[in-house]
């Protein structure tokens, strides 16, 4: 008889009565699972698991725990942090296949989902009873994944980030007891929050097996403008004027020349030129939807705006969209063979032209290429600084200038991350944003749900 030697054989050996063959040591399968679309060295995990069920997850924690071997739970594998790689090993705990819409409510404007059902899925799901879900990260990613990473993305100038649109959630907690979070009621007074206090936890408290979502009405009309400027600080400039306005924008997102140039090659967007450009949508009433348009016209045009053009129709919009939403892809394939590192910053609305414009002098006296894109109408932006795989200093150099930015991104009274998360990318920066004292209250709240630290180690704090 072959007795396991190793604390994971034991559990691979366990693990395989009631998980059958979706419980995988194939060496493809594994190194599709040793990271997500980040520069981080892959690791193998010694396994990965595909469960159905809460009661799979359950006991495949409770194992787990009891051998002490550690769990880093997978969605769509798109994060950029490093969150998904299982730097000790252990189990990969894919979660793709917990993919069903368990029920919506028309009248109460909410739904039931497991954590692997992804936002264009539900969305198709809802198309037909008026309803939709807001978040929109950009990527192919699951919903489960955006609530461990706290997800934002193009809409939540308007209609917030994946924390407001939660109202709670089943997790399974390190040692396999299952707990219920949060209500289907608006507003509740009573005990801790552990909703919020599980999102954007990536992974390091808990598995999350379902998701309550508040939901939105789809509304009556939507219009979709581009507006080209001359001046990377005059389109910031524009974006800081029109929230100041409270112009009641639904999205808001600049690419500067360099990311237009990337969009204009890669969708094929014809009529539009390299300059810094602003993509806009609105919501509302078709009236109120023309009047918007035409306030931030206005204002674009005192900032050196030009060529503002609106479009109502469904395919003009979906193609301005598709491009935006194609962007990290876009600037890969501006220089083949290199990867993306993406920054995060995000700053208060005044400060916004500081902190873009001084990253693009970070940027150019850098040598790199890195274009600039974000969701700038709260604040966020993001540079995707490209990394020659086969240049041994491109790592080292990326490193350095993603400092710089989020440097500057916290004098300016902003975060490391707005919607990206820790992950392995940002560890450094927490103790500079938040002080030692609530890193310590941090970890204590680790200690306290995940003793043995089995989930998802080496995320978020350092050691």
Same mark, same amino acid.
């Given at each position: 008889?072959n007795i396991?030697?190793?604390?994971v054989?034991?559990?691979i050996a366990?693990a395989?009565?009631?998980l059958?063959d979706?419980?995988?040591?194939?060496?493809?399968?594994?190194?599709?699972?040793?990271?997500?679309?980040?520069?981080?060295?892959?690791?193998?995990?010694?396994?990965?698991?595909?469960p159905?069920?809460t009661?799979?997850v359950?006991c495949?924690l409770?194992l787990?725990h009891?051998?002490?071997?550690p769990v880093?739970?997978?969605?769509?594998?798109?994060?950029l942090?490093?969150?998904?790689?299982?730097v000790?090993?252990?189990?990969?705990?894919?979660?793709?296949?917990?993919d069903?819409?368990?029920?919506?409510?028309?009248e109460?404007?909410?739904?039931?989902?497991?954590?692997?059902?992804t936002?264009h899925?539900?969305n198709d799901h809802?198309?037909?009873?008026?309803l939709f879900?807001?978040?929109?990260?950009?990527s192919?990613?699951?919903?489960g994944?955006?609530?461990?990473?706290r997800?934002?993305g193009?809409n939540?100038v308007?209609?917030?980030?994946?924390?407001?649109?939660?109202m709670g959630l089943?997790?399974?907690?390190?040692d396999?007891?299952v707990i219920?979070?949060g209500?289907?009621?608006?507003?509740?007074?009573?005990g801790? +929050? #552990?909703?919020?206090?599980l999102i @954007? !936890?990536?992974g390091?408290?808990?598995?999350?097996?379902k998701?309550r979502? &508040? /939901?939105?009405?789809?509304?009556?009309?939507?219009?979709?403008?581009?507006?080209?400027?001359?001046?990377?600080?005059?389109a910031v400039e524009?974006?800081?004027?029109?929230?100041?306005?409270?112009?009641p924008?639904a999205?808001?997102?600049?690419?500067?020349?360099i990311?237009m140039?990337?969009c204009?090659?890669?969708?094929?967007?014809?009529g539009?030129q390299?300059?810094p450009?602003?993509?806009?949508?609105?919501?509302?009433s078709?009236?109120?939807v023309?009047?918007q348009?035409?306030?931030?016209? +206005? #204002?674009?045009?005192?900032?050196? @705006? !030009?060529?503002?053009?609106?479009?109502?129709d469904?395919e003009t919009?979906? &193609? /301005?969209?598709?491009a935006r939403h194609d962007?990290?892809?876009a600037?890969v394939?501006?220089?083949?063979?290199c990867?993306g590192?993406?920054?995060?910053?995000?700053?208060p609305i005044?400060?916004?032209?500081?902190?873009?414009?001084?990253?693009?002098?970070d940027?150019?006296?850098?040598?790199m290429?890195?274009p600039?894109v974000g969701?700038?109408?709260?604040g966020?932006?993001?540079?995707?600084?490209?990394?020659?795989?086969?240049?041994?200093?491109?790592?080292?150099?990326?490193?350095?200038?993603?400092?710089?930015?989020?440097a500057?991104?916290? !004098?300016?009274?902003?975060?490391?991350?707005g919607?990206?998360?820790?992950?392995?990318g940002?560890r450094e920066?927490?103790?500079?944003?938040?002080?030692?004292?609530?890193l310590?209250?941090?970890?204590s709240?680790?200690?306290?749900?995940d003793?043995?630290?089995?989930?998802?180690?080496?995320?978020?704090?350092?050691?």
């Open positions: 008889m396991p030697s190793r604390p054989e034991q559990v366990e395989r009565e009631f059958g979706r419980l995988s040591t194939n060496q493809a399968v594994r190194e599709q699972h040793s990271r997500g679309e980040d520069t981080t060295t892959p690791t193998l995990p010694d396994a990965v698991a595909y159905l069920t009661e799979e359950s495949l409770a787990c009891r051998h002490e071997v880093t739970a997978f969605g769509a594998g798109t994060s942090e490093g969150h998904a790689n299982p000790r090993a252990g189990i990969s705990l894919d979660l793709s296949r917990m069903r819409i368990l029920e919506v409510s028309q109460d404007m909410d739904c039931l989902i497991e954590p692997g059902v936002r899925q539900l809802l198309r037909d009873q008026g879900f807001p978040v929109d990260p950009g192919h990613c699951t919903i994944g955006m609530c461990a990473t997800a934002s193009t939540a308007r209609y917030g980030t994946i924390r407001e649109n939660v089943e997790v399974v907690l390190a396999g007891r219920n979070t209500s289907r009621t608006r507003k509740a007074a009573n801790y +929050d #552990l909703t919020r206090l @954007g !936890s990536e390091t408290l808990g598995i999350i097996t998701i979502l &508040r /939901l939105h009405g789809i509304p009556e009309a939507t219009s979709a403008a581009v507006c080209q400027f001359g001046t990377l600080r005059g524009c974006v800081i004027a029109t929230m100041q306005a409270g112009i924008v999205r808001i997102e600049l690419a500067d020349e990311q140039d990337a204009i090659r890669y969708s094929k967007l014809e539009y390299a300059l450009t602003l993509f806009l949508e609105f919501h509302g078709p009236a109120g023309r009047e348009a035409e306030t931030v016209q +206005d #204002l674009a045009d005192s900032f050196g @705006g !030009s060529g503002f053009a609106w479009a109502t469904a919009r979906n &193609r /301005l969209w598709k962007a990290y892809w600037c394939a501006l220089r083949p063979g990867r590192m993406a920054t995060d910053v995000c700053v005044s400060r916004l032209a500081e902190a873009i414009v001084g990253a693009k002098e940027i150019l006296a850098s040598g290429t890195a600039i969701h700038v109408g709260d966020n932006f993001h540079t995707t600084i490209l990394v020659d795989q086969d240049d041994p200093t491109a790592q080292d150099r990326a490193w350095e200038l993603d400092k710089k930015i989020v500057r991104g916290l !004098s300016l009274g902003g975060t490391c991350s919607e990206h998360g820790v992950g392995l940002k920066f927490l103790e500079a944003e938040h002080g030692p004292e609530a310590a209250v941090m970890r709240v680790k200690t306290a749900l003793p043995r630290g089995i989930l998802n180690p080496g995320k978020i704090f350092r050691n």
